[in-house]
């Protein structure tokens, strides 16, 4: 059964880059066709996509966070990772991470989802 | 961007009553690709319907997905005490991906 599993620091200062990771287990990312991407959620709001990247590096981002977000993979230790530079209070939110549903196909549903992790911008 | 509507934001419900959420999108979904999620306190959100209206292995009948072009409905035919929970859209027709507001589904 694939499982995701999300990991980073809870705690974060105003303008640091926000670094996540999530690793994937009982599948493979190099050998899946899938796209991998991050949502997040604020406290008590909505979802929102932040980016999706396959096992080759192709990625695709939301506009609204293109400028300060960068998604990386690692195939060989079967992860992804999210990069968001100069964080602010607005960030905070819980992270997840999931799979994308379809052959190479970045726009898709989600299934599975990661537990999430919340990530709080604070000085 | 297209912009998806969740109505109404709240609702109180018994065990046992037949509920509809509605989403609206700001423009025509490409080939109805839009998704229903349902998230407990606490959880990540867990896939519902697919493709407007086919369910997600393991769901349960009593919820059905409907619509097409900028009207989609989520329907639980019957409340089961574990639906009470907040409901999600999310539309895959374009870039880029985007939720709705959510619906929550309060006991009354």
């Known amino acids: 059964q694939l499982q995701l599993q999300e990991s980073g620091p809870g705690l974060m200062k105003p303008s640091e880059t926000l670094s996540l990771t999530c690793t994937v287990s009982?599948?493979?990312?190099?050998?899946?066709?899938?796209?991998w991407g991050w949502i997040r959620q604020p406290p008590g709001k909505g979802l929102e996509w932040i980016g999706s990247?396959?096992?080759?590096?192709?990625?695709y981002y939301n506009p609204s966070l293109k400028s300060r977000v960068s998604i990386s993979v690692d195939a060989s230790k079967n992860l992804f990772s999210l990069n968001l530079s100069s964080v602010t209070a607005a960030d905070t939110a819980v992270y997840y991470c999931?799979?994308?549903?379809?052959?190479?196909?970045?726009?898709?549903?989600?299934?599975?989802w990661g537990q999430g992790t919340l990530v709080t911008v604070s000085s | 961007e297209i912009v998806l509507t969740q109505s109404p934001g709240t609702l109180a419900l018994s065990p046992g009553e037949r509920v509809t959420l509605s989403c609206r999108a700001s423009?025509?979904?490409?080939?109805?690709?839009l998704a229903w999620y349902q998230q407990k306190r606490g959880q990540a959100p867990r896939l519902l319907i697919y493709?407007?209206?086919s369910r997600a292995t393991g769901i349960p009948d009593r919820f059905s997905g409907g619509g097409s072009g900028t009207d989609f409905s989520l329907t639980i035919a019957r409340l089961e005490p574990e639906d009470f929970a907040v409901y999600y859209c999310?539309?895959?027709?374009?870039?880029?991906?985007?939720f709705g507001g959510g619906t929550k589904v309060d006991i009354k």
């Open positions: 999931a799979r994308l549903n379809g052959d190479y196909d970045p726009h898709n549903y989600f299934d599975p």
């Open positions: 009982g599948g493979s990312i190099s050998s899946s066709f899938h796209y």
């Open positions: 990247i396959y096992s080759s590096g192709s990625t």
């Open positions: 423009q025509s979904v490409s080939s109805n690709y």
């Open positions: 493709d407007a209206s």
């Open positions: 999310q539309q895959y027709g374009s870039a880029p991906l985007t």
